[in-house]
Structure formats: structure tokens, C-alpha cells
């Protein structure tokens, strides 16, 4: 699979969470490369202005590359406070890759139950990915329309015990991303998901300090996929405007490959139900889109 021209992405301004390092870093070193501008958003401070910093001293003229802000995407306001710096800096937003996430600790069924401990994955893997993809789409509304990745996982197909609790967010951001195919033709909006395989990342190394724990030793031994393979999958569903609501794994050590949705039962369908589908699919674009103009309006009051 080979990236489209390069020149999608000059002038761009793109949204990344979690980009202070990892996949996130490398992301916006690839889209700065290429001529966009980026808003970076972490809690990680110091490594997000280390980042930043970074991609500025590569700017021409003196000009910024890159801004951060400290953002926690399970609060609105921060995730509002990303996205109104970068229109207020750069001008707008055209792209947001929502990379932040955490993963849990092998043993995680027996730890201590604890409303806290318990809420704090999904909360930032899930939630986050649903406010943010939420004030994204009316920024890149207000601009034109947009392209949103979200950072998902081959563990959104299936995944092993010990990472229960990660296998399930990342089930939910792929059904989210499946279930947003409408906002293309509501607001030009595409949303896509990117779903690697473990890659060389604090994540990955995290996981593998677990070594009490028989899950820590086994993904030491597991193939990883290359972290520039991964950046080209995500930069392959941000450029290609034919890439909407789709589901792009990397795979080791360097295979992207398309995973589709199981197909639709036929218990499910008979001819009146499947005539009333179509008609379902008019009356709720011509009904959501109604529905923008109110939302946009309060978007530009905060």
C-alpha cells in the first residue's frame, strides 16, 4: 500500500491527543514533514513542550509548526480548549488523529474493586475518543468538513484475558468508528480507525515489566509491526477520501490490511423492513443534518 501525493497534507492543521510520544509523536513528525500544522494535546507536559519544541525548530522563517496543550480528553473543556487553540493559532482544524489511551494491568479481575481504578481506561480509551470525536466533527464542520482517525487496536477483534478491560474499549472505539459512516454526508466529516498490532512503545514495554504476571513474558516474545507501518496506515485513511468508517490493521512487520465488518444477518431483513432502510436512510440524513446548524451555533458560543 503506497501513500497518495504528499501534497494532501500542506496547509493542513491537524488535532493529535496522546502525541507527546509513541505513535502519536511519530504521527505528527510525518504530518509536519509533509507541510501540516499541529495541535498538540497530552497530560504528559513535559515531553508534549519537548515534542513541540522539537518540530518547531524545524520550521522555516520562524514560523510554528506546533503549539501543545495540556488536555485531559475525559473533560470537555480541555477537549474544547484543544480544538479552540488550534482554530485561534492555525486558523481551523482539518484533521484529528485521537491517539490517547492507557492499558491495563494483566491481573486486572483481581485487583481491588475500586470505582476509580475501575473507571479510569475507559473513561480515557472510550469516553475520551467520543467527546473528542464529537468536538472535532463541528470544527471541521465550521471549516468544511474534515477526517478523523482514531487510534484502535487488533485487540478490537478479539484479545486475551489479562487485557480485558483494553480489548473491550478498543471493541467499542471500532463500533463507534463503524457507526459513524453518516457524518460524511451529514457535515463531510470521515471518520476511519487504525488497528495495530503491538508496536515498540512504552505501551508494549509496560506490559512486558510484567513478568510475575505469564502475560508479560509471552508478549516479549510476540511480533511487533514497524511504528512507520502504522504511520502509514494512519496517514493512508486521513488522505484517501474513499477511506469512511473503516477499520485499517497493521499487521507485522509491516502488512496493512483492510478488516471489513461481519456482513448483515438475513434473519434480520425481509422486504418491508429492507424498503423502509432506504427510506430510513433519506429521512435521517435530511433529520440529523437539521440538527447542525442548532449544534455548530453552540460549538461557537463556548
Given at each position: 500500500?503506497?501513500?497518495?501525493?504528499?501534497?494532501?497534507?500542506?496547509?493542513?492543521v491537524a488535532?493529535i491527543?496522546g502525541?507527546?510520544?509513541?505513535?502519536?509523536?511519530?504521527v505528527?513528525?510525518?504530518?509536519?514533514?509533509?507541510?501540516?500544522?499541529v495541535?498538540?494535546?497530552?497530560?504528559?507536559?513535559?515531553?508534549?513542550?519537548?515534542?513541540?519544541?522539537?518540530?518547531?525548530?524545524?520550521?522555516?522563517d520562524?514560523?510554528?509548526?506546533?503549539?501543545?496543550?495540556?488536555?485531559?480528553?475525559?473533560?470537555?473543556?480541555?477537549?474544547?480548549?484543544?480544538?479552540?487553540?488550534a482554530?485561534?493559532?492555525?486558523?481551523?482544524?482539518?484533521?484529528?488523529f485521537?491517539?490517547?489511551?492507557?492499558?491495563?494491568?494483566?491481573?486486572?479481575?483481581?485487583?481491588?474493586?475500586?470505582?476509580?481504578?475501575?473507571?479510569?481506561?475507559?473513561?480515557?480509551?472510550?469516553?475520551?475518543?467520543?467527546?473528542?470525536?464529537?468536538?472535532?466533527?463541528?470544527a471541521?464542520a465550521?471549516?468544511?468538513?474534515?477526517?478523523?482517525?482514531?487510534?484502535?487496536s487488533?485487540?478490537?477483534f478479539?484479545?486475551?484475558?489479562?487485557?480485558?478491560?483494553?480489548?473491550?474499549?478498543?471493541?467499542?472505539?471500532?463500533?463507534?468508528?463503524?457507526?459513524?459512516?453518516?457524518?460524511k454526508?451529514?457535515?463531510?466529516v470521515?471518520?476511519?480507525?487504525?488497528?495495530?498490532?503491538?508496536?515498540?512503545?512504552?505501551?508494549?514495554?509496560?506490559?512486558?515489566?510484567?513478568?510475575?504476571?505469564p502475560?508479560?513474558?509471552?508478549?516479549?516474545?510476540?511480533?511487533t509491526?514497524?511504528?512507520?507501518?502504522?504511520?502509514?496506515?494512519?496517514?493512508?485513511?486521513?488522505?484517501?477520501?474513499?477511506r469512511?468508517?473503516?477499520?485499517l490493521?497493521?499487521?507485522p512487520?509491516?502488512?496493512?490490511r483492510?478488516?471489513?465488518?461481519?456482513?448483515?444477518?438475513?434473519?434480520?431483513?425481509?422486504?418491508a423492513?429492507?424498503?423502509?432502510?432506504?427510506?430510513?436512510?433519506k429521512?435521517?440524513?435530511?433529520?440529523y443534518?437539521?440538527?447542525?446548524?442548532?449544534?455548530?451555533k453552540?460549538?461557537?458560543?463556548?
Amino acid at each position: 500500500m503506497t501513500l497518495k501525493e504528499d501534497n494532501y497534507f500542506i496547509k493542513k492543521v491537524a488535532v493529535i491527543t496522546g502525541g507527546s510520544r509513541g505513535i502519536g509523536r511519530a504521527v505528527a513528525e510525518a504530518l509536519v514533514a509533509r507541510g501540516s500544522k499541529v495541535v498538540i494535546g497530552d497530560v504528559l507536559d513535559g515531553a508534549g513542550q519537548e515534542t513541540v519544541n522539537e518540530l518547531n525548530a524545524k520550521a522555516n522563517d520562524g514560523e510554528k509548526n506546533a503549539i501543545y496543550v495540556h488536555t485531559d480528553v475525559t473533560v470537555y473543556k480541555d477537549v474544547i480548549t484543544l480544538f479552540k487553540s488550534a482554530e485561534s493559532e492555525f486558523g481551523g482544524v482539518d484533521i484529528a488523529f485521537l491517539n490517547a489511551g492507557v492499558i491495563n494491568k494483566p491481573d486486572f479481575m483481581f485487583t481491588p474493586l475500586e470505582d476509580e481504578a475501575d473507571d479510569f481506561l475507559p473513561d480515557i480509551n472510550f469516553t475520551g475518543v467520543v467527546k473528542c470525536t464529537r468536538v472535532a466533527a463541528l470544527a471541521m464542520a465550521r471549516r468544511g468538513g474534515g477526517v478523523i482517525t482514531i487510534t484502535a487496536s487488533c485487540a478490537g477483534f478479539g484479545g486475551p484475558f489479562a487485557l480485558s478491560v483494553y480489548n473491550a474499549s478498543k471493541h467499542a472505539m471500532i463500533g463507534w468508528t463503524r457507526s459513524l459512516g453518516m457524518l460524511k454526508d451529514i457535515c463531510n466529516v470521515r471518520v476511519n480507525a487504525v488497528c495495530p498490532h503491538w508496536v515498540e512503545t512504552d505501551m508494549r514495554h509496560k506490559i512486558t515489566g510484567y513478568q510475575v504476571d505469564p502475560y508479560g513474558p509471552f508478549v516479549q516474545e510476540s511480533p511487533t509491526v514497524k511504528i512507520d507501518t502504522v504511520v502509514k496506515a494512519v496517514l493512508t485513511l486521513m488522505e484517501d477520501p474513499n477511506r469512511n468508517s473503516e477499520t485499517l490493521m497493521a499487521l507485522p512487520p509491516d502488512v496493512i490490511r483492510a478488516q471489513p465488518p461481519i456482513p448483515a444477518f438475513p434473519e434480520q431483513s425481509n422486504p418491508a423492513y429492507d424498503k423502509r432502510a432506504v427510506q430510513y436512510e433519506k429521512d435521517a440524513l435530511e433529520y440529523y443534518k437539521s440538527l447542525l446548524d442548532p449544534a455548530l451555533k453552540r460549538y461557537e458560543q463556548l
